[in-house]
């Protein structure tokens, strides 16, 4: 009885150990550049989470929460998507322009952590950066060059009527699915001209200022010794 008590206890040491370690954090710092020449990011999302959370699948119908980041720029509801998985969440606010760049310091998992970083692109219909589910570097630093990707819930119709923003001022988040929707997340694909004025008298912006080809950001994550 004494050998199974102790065996039990020495158990539930382990036990112990393996979930203090498993919730051990260190920080990292995050450095996000817009690589674009003419589109800006809205306020930057930065989480690091556990494995069990992605912000999309490729080929898979966006989340009303990612539908209405990449529509809108709002974080607010990818926020509350990810929180029960997330050891820290952030949003950087402000613009992030042509050229500029930006930094924080989160906390995350120290071993086997995640992290992601999203932002819309304005002026655009739908289209947002992401890094999705990257693992967190053990130790020194990783980069990622970011593609923009389309989350295939507004037709790319580049109708300032459409886009929100300083540029346009425009609807943002549509909730109502259109025909020209795509249906699911996919590599965005840029600007395209498609004319000046559309249907509803609306500013069509063109590929001359706006377009870009991919990658559109870059990250950086380094762990802090």
């Known amino acids: 009885m004494i050998k199974q008590t102790l065996a039990a206890f ?56 990612l539908e209405i980041l990449a529509e809108g720029g709002s974080t607010a509801e990818v926020s509350d998507d990810a929180a029960n998985f997330a050891t820290e969440i952030q949003t950087i606010d402000g613009l992030l322009g042509p050229g500029e760049e930006v930094s924080t310091i989160i906390e995350g998992p120290a071993e086997r952590g995640f992290f992601t970083v999203a932002a819309m692109l304005i002026p655009t219909n739908d289209t947002f950066v992401a890094a999705n589910h990257v693992r967190l570097p053990a130790q020194g630093s990783l980069m990622r060059m970011l593609f923009g990707y389309d989350a295939g819930t507004e037709e790319n119709d580049q109708n300032c009527l459409n886009i929100p923003g300083p540029r346009c001022g425009g609807e943002g988040y549509s909730p109502e699915p259109a025909e020209g929707d795509e249906g699911f997340v996919h590599i965005g694909n840029g600007f395209h001209d498609l004319g000046e004025i559309g249907e509803n008298g609306g500013e069509i912006l063109g590929p001359r200022v706006y377009d870009w080809r991919n990658s559109v950001a870059r990250v950086v994550v380094r762990r802090i010794p």
């Open 10 to 65: 020495g158990l539930l040491l382990v036990s112990s150990t393996v979930l203090a370690q498993s919730t051990e954090t260190a920080q990292y710092e995050v450095t996000i550049m817009n690589l674009t020449p003419g589109q800006t990011l809205t306020p930057q999302l930065v989480i690091t989470h556990s494995f069990d959370w992605r912000l999309f699948e490729f080929g898979q119908p966006a989340s009303q929460a």
